[in-house]
């Protein structure tokens, strides 16, 4: 059986996102003291007692007929239809509200367990007070909590996790993760749409419509994936609301959760500074890469048209030749699912493992053909290396000075271990630790 799935509703600006960060205990949803900050559905692994599930932050519904609101109210509508347990979060500083009558009348008609929770009260002695009010909603006893603070959090976990079904999976989630990071429409949304075939996140044409990190659960093979698609990276100096920026934060959050990140690039546009930077960001923090050219079925073609796209982009991304490029075409389809082969390709990269004799005589013969550097006729002696870790590979040197393992032959290492391990997709380090010899 599944792992359970507990989704998080309400109307708009009553608490959602800072219970959601609270029991996740990390800032993934977007906080923002004004309703309509969270547009799609967020996803989360929580656990409780040691029993794990997923937990989804929903958009505020409301009733206005604008478009964003009515994706909104639609994504949170899904939400609370693929959920086993439903948190219904009111506002106990504003009381109940005809909007929150509303959204119970839809709850109850779902059939489904509902957990009612009263947000913002921070105050105990005026706790019975307000619990009174919401009694009225018919949803059963008002669990009042202070996501904020911390607050009878436990109290409302201990009623969920009641209602999870007889025999679901509660295990730790242990999915291959894939963040797709890229430019504002760029088409990150629409590749995820692609993939599952379904209006699964909000698309639509207008950059920055997905400001949070949305993640999607789906098995491909054998093997269960979590796709996290993220907002768009725009320049810092584009950064003007406090929204924008955590939209930033998030993205870059999303790349350090990730096993595998796919840089997605404009075909049209090409490879620009900030596909770079966020590429750049990739590599340091040691995630598994993936370039995907997105639109190229908009590409005009020529001879060589995508031999010479990717000497191009090589040549702009230097110190991402390992990374695989993959053409693609979210509205077509075309080579989405070789992207997920790939995926799965890079993570076994990043889990690879050489023993360490191996890699010693790696090590002795590229020393043979490339004799290490001096300094005033010192040489760099590297008495031995091993692997210490993997996610990704990290090789520790054994060398007698740190400081004569200059960056070009550190490179010149790293392209005799890839001619022998290809390591396709993921960086690998390595760390020199001066010995006396």
Same mark, same amino acid.
């Given at each position: 059986?599944?792992?359970?799935?507990?989704?998080?509703?309400?109307?708009?600006?009553?608490?959602?996102?800072?219970?959601?960060?609270?029991?996740?205990?990390?800032?993934?949803?977007?906080?923002?003291?004004?309703?309509?900050?969270?547009?799609?559905?967020?996803?989360?692994?929580?656990?409780?007692?040691?029993?794990?599930?997923?937990?989804?932050?929903?958009?505020?519904?409301?009733?206005?007929?604008?478009?964003?609101?009515?994706?909104?109210?639609?994504?949170?509508?899904?939400?609370?239809?693929?959920?086993?347990?439903?948190?219904?979060?009111?506002?106990?500083?504003?009381?109940?509200?005809?909007?929150?009558?509303?959204?119970?009348?839809?709850?109850?008609?779902?059939?489904?367990?509902?957990?009612?929770?009263?947000?913002?009260?921070?105050?105990?002695?005026?706790?019975?007070?307000?619990?009174?009010?919401?009694?009225?909603?018919?949803?059963?006893?008002?669990?009042?909590?202070?996501?904020?603070?911390?607050?009878?959090?436990?109290?409302?976990?201990?009623?969920?996790?009641?209602?999870?079904?007889?025999?679901?999976?509660?295990?730790?989630?242990?999915?291959?993760?894939?963040?797709?990071?890229?430019?504002?429409?760029?088409?990150?949304?629409?590749?995820?749409?692609?993939?599952?075939?379904?209006?699964?996140?909000?698309?639509?044409?207008?950059?920055?419509?997905?400001?949070?990190?949305?993640?999607?659960?789906?098995?491909?093979?054998?093997?269960?994936?979590?796709?996290?698609?993220?907002?768009?990276?725009?320049?810092?100096?584009?950064?003007?609301?406090?929204?924008?920026?955590?939209?930033?934060?998030?993205? %870059?959050?999303?790349?350090?959760? $990730?096993? *595998?990140? @796919?840089?997605?690039?404009?075909? /049209?546009?090409?490879?620009?500074?900030? &596909?770079?930077?966020?590429?750049?960001?990739?590599?340091?923090?040691?995630?598994?890469?993936?370039?995907?050219?997105?639109?190229?079925?908009?590409?005009?073609?020529?001879?060589?048209?995508?031999?010479?796209?990717?000497?191009?982009?090589?040549?702009?991304?230097?110190?991402?030749?390992?990374?695989?490029?993959?053409?693609?075409?979210?509205?077509?389809?075309?080579?989405?699912?070789?992207?997920?082969?790939?995926?799965?390709?890079?993570?076994?990269?990043?889990?690879?493992?050489?023993?360490?004799?191996?890699?010693?005589?790696?090590?002795?013969?590229?020393?043979?053909?490339?004799?290490?550097?001096?300094?005033?006729?010192?040489? %760099?002696?590297?008495?031995?290396? $091993?692997? *210490?870790? @993997?996610?990704?590979?990290?090789? /520790?040197?054994?060398?007698?000075?740190? &400081?004569?393992?200059?960056?070009?032959?550190?490179?010149?290492?790293?392209?005799?271990?890839?001619?022998?391990?290809?390591?396709?997709?993921?960086?690998?380090?390595?760390?020199?630790?001066?010995?006396?010899?």
């Amino acid at each position: 059986m599944s792992k359970p799935v507990v989704a998080i509703v309400g109307r708009p600006n009553v608490g959602k996102s800072t219970l959601f960060n609270r029991i996740i205990r990390s800032r993934t949803a977007i906080v923002e003291g004004r309703p309509g900050v969270t547009r799609d559905r967020i996803y989360g692994e929580a656990e409780w007692l040691s029993q794990y599930f997923t937990l989804v932050d929903t958009g505020g519904i409301d009733w206005d007929e604008d478009i964003i609101a009515t994706e909104v109210r639609t994504q949170a509508m899904v939400a609370v239809e693929q959920a086993d347990v439903i948190i219904f979060v009111v506002d106990g500083r504003s009381g109940v509200t005809a909007t929150d009558e509303e959204i119970a009348e839809i709850l109850r008609r779902q059939q489904k367990p509902v957990v009612l929770c009263v947000s913002k009260v921070e105050d105990a002695q005026e706790s019975w007070a307000i619990a009174a009010d919401f009694y009225g909603l018919s949803l059963g006893e008002p669990i009042l909590v202070s996501a904020e603070h911390g607050r009878n959090v436990g109290d409302l976990l201990d009623r969920v996790v009641e209602h999870f079904p007889e025999g679901a999976d509660t295990e730790e989630d242990d999915s291959l993760k894939i963040a797709l990071v890229g430019r504002p429409n760029v088409g990150k949304s629409s590749l995820v749409n692609r993939i599952l075939g379904e209006q699964r996140v909000i698309v639509t044409d207008i950059p920055g419509t997905t400001r949070d990190a949305v993640d999607t659960k789906l098995t491909y093979g054998d093997q269960e994936i979590t796709l996290i698609d993220t907002a768009g990276l725009r320049r810092r100096s584009r950064i003007s609301e406090n929204v924008e920026y955590y939209s930033v934060m998030r993205t %870059l959050g999303a790349v350090d959760r $990730s096993d *595998v990140t @796919v840089v997605m690039i404009d075909g /049209v546009e090409g490879l620009t500074e900030q &596909d770079k930077r966020i590429a750049g960001y990739a590599h340091e923090k040691g995630r598994g890469i993936i370039l995907a050219v997105n639109k190229w079925d908009l590409v005009a073609k020529e001879t060589n048209t995508m031999r010479d796209y990717e000497l191009a982009i090589y040549e702009g991304l230097p110190f991402l030749r390992y990374a695989p490029i993959v053409f693609i075409s979210a509205l077509t389809g075309q080579r989405v699912h070789r992207l997920l082969d790939m995926a799965n390709t890079v993570n076994e990269a990043r889990n690879m493992r050489i023993p360490t004799g191996r890699f010693n005589q790696i090590l002795q013969d590229a020393v043979a053909m490339n004799q290490p550097p001096s300094d005033k006729g010192v040489p %760099l002696k590297i008495y031995y290396g $091993s692997q *210490v870790q @993997v996610k990704p590979p990290v090789f /520790v040197l054994h060398v007698n000075r740190k &400081d004569l393992l200059h960056f070009s032959y550190e490179r010149y290492l790293e392209n005799r271990i890839r001619q022998e391990y290809e390591f396709i997709g993921t960086p690998i380090m390595l760390v020199a630790k001066e010995r006396s010899g």
